[in-house]
């Protein structure tokens, strides 16, 4: 790994990726509607990262997120370093284009990929999703990019009968925030 750098794919690496990697590799990379990083070492692939820009759903104002759709690591690669160095290159250029958070998909039986993405400070959400409709479990992994661009006061108004636990409520307007009252230690 003596000449490893990174690369943003354009058509001709995608198309060199599918007959080295596999056309799955080549159909989840990205050009236009967001962008895919490829890490070689001299001329050898040796990582994969592909990122989709994605529109989250009402009732969120409008916010794109980066999608991470594809991230391989060569087997000759792996525990180097390699996918730290994409995921960190992808989650500067998302953030410097104002997407709010980098999210991805990661099925349960990729043993290596759940401790990555804890590593690299996601936050794991277990999930289970039906493609092609036969259940899979796995985890849903999230990093915030930029909190303070998209960050809004979160308060809710709330009927006098529903208990609310772990916030104070201010009786007179049944407000309800979290309760910053409580010391710091």
Same mark, same amino acid.
């Given at each position: 790994?003596?000449?490893?750098?990174?690369?943003?794919?354009?058509?001709?690496?995608?198309?060199?990726?599918?007959r080295?990697?596999? @056309?799955?590799?080549?159909?989840?990379?990205?050009?236009?509607?967001?962008?895919?990083?490829?890490?070689?070492?001299?001329?050898t692939?040796?990582?994969?990262?592909?990122?989709?820009?994605?529109e989250? @759903?009402p009732?969120?104002?409008?916010?794109?997120?980066?999608?991470?759709?594809?991230?391989?690591?060569?087997?000759?690669?792996?525990?180097?370093?390699? *996918?730290?160095?994409?995921?960190?290159? *992808?989650?500067e250029?998302?953030?410097?284009?104002?997407? +709010?958070?980098?999210?991805?998909?990661?099925?349960?039986?990729?043993?290596? *990929?759940?401790?990555?993405?804890?590593?690299?400070?996601?936050?794991?959400?277990?999930?289970?999703?039906?493609?092609?409709? *036969?259940?899979?479990e796995?985890f849903?992994?999230?990093? #915030?990019?930029? +909190?303070?661009?998209?960050?809004?006061?979160?308060?809710?108004? #709330?009927?006098?009968?529903? &208990?609310?636990?772990?916030?104070?409520?201010?009786?007179?307007?049944?407000?309800?925030? &979290?309760?910053?009252?409580?010391?710091?230690?």
């Open positions: 790994m003596s000449d490893l750098h990174i690369v943003e794919a354009d058509e001709v690496l995608r198309e060199r990726l599918g080295e990697w596999g @056309p799955v590799v080549a159909a989840h990379m990205h050009l236009s509607d967001g962008f895919s990083l490829v890490a070689l070492d001299g001329d692939p040796a990582g994969l990262l592909a990122i989709a820009w994605r989250l @759903p009732p969120l104002p409008p916010t794109v997120e980066a999608f991470i759709d594809i991230i391989e690591v060569a087997a000759a690669y792996r525990r180097r370093g390699v *996918a730290r160095r994409l995921v960190a290159l *992808a989650a250029r998302a953030r410097a284009r104002g997407a +709010y958070q980098l999210r991805a998909w990661s099925s349960a039986d990729k043993d290596a *990929a759940i401790p990555m993405w804890r590593a690299l400070g996601f936050a794991l959400c277990p999930a289970t999703t039906y493609p092609r409709g *036969a259940p899979v796995g849903f992994v999230a990093r #915030v990019l930029d +909190y303070g661009t998209h960050a809004r006061a979160t308060s809710v108004s #709330v009927p006098e009968d529903v &208990p609310v636990a772990g916030s104070r409520v201010d009786s007179s307007a049944r407000h309800v925030g &979290p309760d910053l009252s409580m010391a710091i230690r």
